[in-house]
Structures are given as C-alpha cells and as structure tokens.
C-alpha cells in the first residue's frame, strides 16, 4: 500500500528555517507529481506547492519565493525548504501524490507540525 511519512517539522522563530522531507511507498514515485498540503489552526486544508516528475514546482502565492519545492526519485523522496518563515505559515503540514485527475493517491498520514513563533 501507499505510505507517505513526514519529518522535519518544528518550533521557529519568525524569519527562520525549516527543511520537511516526505519519503514515499509502495507506488511509482517516479510517475506522480508530489505535492505539499498545510492544514492551520481553524482552516482548511490547502495546497503549498507541487512539483511534476520531471522536476518541475509550482507554489501557492503565499509561499512563492520562500519555499522551495524538490525531489529525488532514486531515493523516493520530496522536501520542502522553507525559508524566511512567519506565524501564517503554522500548521500542520501532510504530503501526498497526485493523479492526473488530480485525486491524490495515498492516504493521509499524521503529518508533521510547524510552529513559526517568538
């Protein structure tokens, strides 16, 4: 079965770092576009970025310039560098694979937690 597990997440002060990485199972990496959805305190989940099996990200205008998107298909992996965070940027943040439809393929895991404050 599919499995997506995230690390990386913890406590920062505004301004700060953190790298997320996402390591996939049980499918074809290599044939999906993998992407990053955060989930904040009283809001819905949305998409922050996503990058094709080529290679290529995309992001949400929130994130645009701050975050970084990229993956390794040897080691079945996506990360998320994000740089010059800020408190909006709390949430919990889950990673998963899309179909062309753009249905994600696996399940949602537990996700890890970011926390942007002083």
């Known amino acids: 079965q599919v499995q997506l597990v995230e690390s990386g997440g913890g406590l920062v002060q505004p301004g700060g770092s953190l790298r997320l990485s996402c390591a996939a199972s049980?499918?074809?990496?290599?044939?999906?576009?993998m992407a990053w959805y955060r989930q904040a305190p009283g809001k819905q989940r949305e998409l922050v970025a996503s990058?094709?099996?080529?290679?290529?990200?995309n992001y949400a205008d929130s994130v645009k310039g701050r975050f970084t998107l990229s993956r390794d298909n040897a080691k079945s992996t996506v990360y998320l560098q994000m740089n010059s965070l800020k408190p909006e940027d709390t949430a919990v943040y889950f990673c998963?694979?899309?179909?062309?439809?753009?249905?994600?393929?696996?399940?949602w895991g537990q996700g890890t937690q970011v926390t942007v404050s002083s």
């Open positions: 998963n694979a899309l179909r062309p439809s753009g249905v994600v393929l696996g399940p």
């Open positions: 990058i094709t099996p080529a290679g290529s990200p």
């Open positions: 049980g499918m074809f990496f290599v044939k999906y576009t």
